[in-house]
């Protein structure tokens, strides 16, 4: 496949191999232009749960055109790393992170490496970006973090209304259409990108507990794990994110024990929008919301 280009950006797809054998579709942003100088830095972004790698693009855009290279990529079972049916199609959650956002960082780290690179290597995450960058088994990569909307997941952080719309679908509607497809129908419900069933499975689980994974008395060992991380790290949660109120930030990122951590409770109006919720920090008017993250990862 050819290199696709804007007037600013050349978009290059990347065929990743992760440690366990499965390929994953990236793609790399890079200036359009024939200059020698290193990039300002290079961005990996971690995505949400259940959302294709092209809500990220603008946002790639943007970086590029502030001196920055971007990968993004699909997590298996999603987007251009899908199969061709969810159906039957086995995976553990947390190999989004250990697998596939680890061969995207180890992408981005030989890069560096082979190109002689002074630059630093930042993660930008949103929402299960900011639980992937704590479970990265290369996360010694990473010069700094700034995650969106992430939290713990547990419906009591949730506003009254949300909680009871989420309580709904985890006990009544995913269920059912979990059963009649064998994997969460995500789409069918105007959710995102259907998920497999394993993903269903375990994120349910998870969300039962106030500090999420932290709180499984099978997973204790994810204190450990998340406290490697002591690098520059920027959590922000808009006050209207309703899936992830900054209550429910300061819950999960308990377990970042060991990083430099600014939380920063976003107010919508501080950068020129009505609304953020929980998926407006990447869309097209958010970009007041990137400017922040380009200016902070100059100065890393």
Sequence with gaps: MSDIQTPQTIKKPLDLLTLDNVGIRAYHYQPNSESSEDPTGIIVIGSATGVPQGFYKRFAEAAVSQGFEVITLDYRGIGESAPATLKGYHMDYLDWARQDL?????????????????????????????HALGLLPNIEHIDGAYIFGAGAGWHGWMPAL????????????????????????????????????????????WCKFPHYFFDDPKMQHMHEVFARYDKPLVAVN???????????????????????????????????????????????DATAIWDEVFAWAKTL
């Design 238 to 284: 808009a006050i209207d994110d309703k899936w992830a109120q900054p209550a429910s930030r300061d819950a999960f990122f308990k377990g970042y024990k060991n990083a430099q951590i600014t939380n920063i409770d976003l107010q919508p109006s501080d950068c020129g929008l009505q609304k953020v919720d929980h998926m407006g920090y990447f869309k097209r």
């Design 102 to 130: 680890a061969a995207g960082i180890e992408y981005a780290q030989t890069e560096r490496r082979t190109r002689q690179l002074s630059c630093r290597l930042i993660m930008v995450g949103h929402s299960y970006g900011g």
């Design 162 to 205: 949300e909680r009871f719309k989420v309580r709904l679908l985890w006990n009544v509607i995913a269920p059912i259409v979990v059963k009649l497809n064998g994997y969460l129908a995500w789409n069918s419900l105007g959710m995102g990108e259907n998920l497999p069933l394993n993903v269903y499975r375990q994120w349910k689980h």
